[in-house]
Nanobody, 119 residues
């Protein structure tokens, strides 16, 4: 059974940094592309960042480019999202997602971790 468990969320002030973690189990982590999505209250879920199984060419939403960094540690079955220069508009529930490499759809999701940025 595949499980994705996010952690690291919290309440921070604008300009602060935060690192989210997502621990994966029940899958061969090194063969999965990983991503972070977020959903703010009253808004649709949106893409934040993705990293391929080979860690080549991470991808970012324009709204976080230059502030967020996605990385992975295959030895620990964990993907990270380092967030810096946080803004109030980054406030959302952040989800980790996984898909088998070379496929299109993310088919495994975590429960999410809340990030709240105060101004």
């Amino acid at each position: 059974q595949v499980q994705l468990v996010e952690s690291g969320g919290g309440l921070v002030q604008a300009g602060d940094s935060l690192r989210l973690s997502c621990a994966a189990s029940g899958l061969t982590f090194s063969t999965y592309d990983m991503a972070w999505f977020r959903q703010a209250t009253g808004k649709e879920r949106e893409f934040v960042a993705a990293i391929s199984w080979s860690s080549v060419s991470p991808d970012y939403a324009d709204s976080v480019k230059g502030r967020f960094t996605i990385s992975r540690d295959n030895a620990k079955n964990t993907v990270y999202l380092q967030m810096s220069s946080l803004k109030p508009e980054d406030t959302a529930l952040y989800f980790c997602a996984a898909k088998i490499r070379w496929t299109m759809r993310y088919n495994y999701w975590g429960q999410g971790t809340q990030v709240t940025v105060s101004s």
